[in-house]
């Protein structure tokens, strides 16, 4: 009765081994698999079924400016309302350069940015213009902007991978402000790219219309748009558009975006779903400039500029442009995804070949079964029967270790396959404390059930103190350690509890099945 329960267990283990293994060994599944079944094959890192690694660079000085500009647009409000008027407000740099009307105000906007802006300090520049006051952000305030920067570009670059389909990505800090970013299996790796290093920085400004009096020059830029040719899609001429620098509403107002086909020529286009907010301020927009171009522009480039011609609520926009399906669909990611808060720069660009990854996984398969094929021999010769018993439990630890990194949807990756080969050589490390144990009592006169009895619980506290040191420093592996790293440290760990698991537990039942059964008065060991 004592054997029945750890057989059961060990059953239950084999069989949900099976379901979570099936996937990857019997392609296509068969028809009656049933739905709730796990259906994912094992995840292979790029180092075995290529991909690209890239390591991006935030450019977060970028956005500590991007922040003071934000905060000088709230300043001027906040003085319009206190009627400190100003002759000249502007940002250069990291640093808002301020003139008043009249001295006399000093005062009043030493107060203003005291109570209402804390985190702004006065500064100094030896460039600056006699009678300017200067503020700039505290070196706290820069430091949680840098860091914001980073954390935010890797949260908006992971949501656009996973709209993308990258399933097995990793996406991961570098230093102080750069990403690292590996991309397996990757078919179209400039594609990818370009959809990972698009700032997406979405505005809508008028477009100046002469007829009103405003002139190019005068609070107006030059931005360019493309012109498409409706049958072939090819790019014939930049057109330039002259719009008013005033941005009316940025795509921080989206909710949600979504590629829609058109029965038109010119291709299929995005559709916005504005927040509440934007829903709002755009019914305001419209309102207002019935009759005038209202330009859509994403990353200085306009990709439509469309005629206003009445009031548009219910919190919905669209942006056209001749694009093709793909051009659309990573359009609307980027907008679904959010912008990112400082350009990025590409530091470091590595591309592994399929052809690579075939043959990593030809030669770790080759060491794994040389390894394993070295320790199976050695046990069988050395132990005899308690040996053949040992290799018993070590392929079972074998399985038990690649359906769990099949359960925890976990990555193998080349690493992955060396910690596995190592665990090879720790599985049987138990069975050899076990085996000794049982020799020294076998020499000592006892008889073979106490031998055995005494021999698994003498070499357990020895297991377990090994096994635990070795468990912790794989989660220090994986804590601190980079992508190839953790691939090492995940299988490491996961092969620790299984091969004490195996050892312990399922060449124990064998042994007791064979004593329930049988007088033993010798064991081959």
């Known amino acids: 009765m004592r054997v029945m329960p750890r057989v059961l267990l060990v059953v239950a283990l084999l069989l949900a081994s099976f379901v979570y293994l099936a996937p990857t060994f019997m392609q296509p599944l068969p028809s ?65 350069h301020i003139r008043l009307q009249s001295p006399d105000k000093s005062s009043a906007l030493s107060e203003l940015v005291k109570n209402r802006f804390p985190s702004l300090v006065f500064t100094s520049d ?27 570009s890797i949260e908006t670059i992971r949501n656009r991978i996973d709209q993308f389909g990258v399933r097995e990505a990793l996406i991961q800090r570098s230093g102080t ?9 990757i078919q179209d790796p400039q594609r990818a790219k370009d959809l990972i290093g698009k700032t997406a920085v979405l505005e809508f400004k008028l477009v100046a219309n002469p007829a009103s009096g405003t002139k190019p ?14 049958i072939t899609g090819q790019t014939r001429q930049k057109v330039p558009y002259t719009l008013e620098r005033k941005t009316l509403m ?36 419209t309102a207002a400039n019935v009759g005038r171009q209202l330009a859509i522009v994403l990353d200085k480039t306009v990709y439509s500029a469309p005629v206003i011609r009445e009031r548009i609520g219910g919190g919905r926009a669209s942006i056209t442009g001749n694009f093709d399906l793909r051009e659309a669909r990573d359009l609307a990611i980027v907008l679904r995804a959010g912008a990112l808060p400082a350009p990025v720069t590409l530091a470091e660009e590595r ?19 040389v390894g394993g094929a070295l320790v199976v021999l050695f046990m069988a010769v050395y132990y005899r029967g308690a040996g053949l018993l040992a290799d018993g439990a070590l392929i079972l630890n074998v399985l038990f270790i690649i359906a769990a990194l099949a359960a925890f949807e976990a990555t193998l990756t080349l690493p992955g396959i060396a910690g596995l080969v190592l665990t090879l050589g720790m599985a049987v490390d138990a069975n050899v ?15 073979v059930r106490a031998a055995i009895e005494a021999g698994y619980a003498r070499a357990l506290p020895a297991i377990l103190d090994t096994n635990i040191t070795t468990f912790l420093s794989g989660i220090i592996l994986f804590q601190f350690g980079s992508g190839p790293v953790k691939g090492f440290a995940i299988t490491l760990v996961i092969g620790l509890f299984t091969s004490v698991f195996t050892a312990v537990v399922c060449t124990r039942i064998i042994y007791d099945w064979r004593l329930a059964h049988r007088r033993l008065t010798t064991i081959s060991i």
């Open 32 to 96: 009656w698999w049933p739905s709730f079944f796990p259906k994912e094959t094992i995840r292979l890192g790029l180092d075995l079924q290529g991909g690209i690694h890239l390591v991006l660079q935030i450019e977060v000085e970028k956005a500590v400016e991007n922040a003071v500009g934000g905060a000088m647009d709230d300043l001027k409000r906040e003085m319009s309302a206190a009627q400190i008027p100003v002759t000249k407000m502007e940002r250069q740099g990291k640093i808002i």
């Open 126 to 152: 030896p460039g600056a213009e006699a009678g300017e006051t200067l503020l700039t952000f505290d070196d706290r305030e820069q430091r949680r902007i840098r860091e914001f920067a980073v954390d935010q």
């Open 177 to 185: 402000d750069g990403i690292l970013v590996q991309l397996p299996g």
């Open 250 to 285: 940025t795509g921080e107002v989206i909710a949600d975006a979504r590629v829609r086909p058109s029965t038109q020529l010119e291709g299929p286009y995005v559709e916005l779903m504005l927040n509440t907010r934007g829903a709002k301020l755009f019914e305001e927009i």
């Open 433 to 447: 404390l076990i085996n000794e144990r049982i020799r020294e009592e076998l020499r000592t006169g006892k008889t």
């Open 351 to 369: 591309t592994v070949g399929p052809t690579l990854g075939r043959d990593s996984i030809h030669r770790g398969l080759l060491s794994f079964a």
């Open 217 to 230: 020059g005068a609070g107006t830029e030059v931005l360019y748009g493309q012109e498409r040719d409706t």
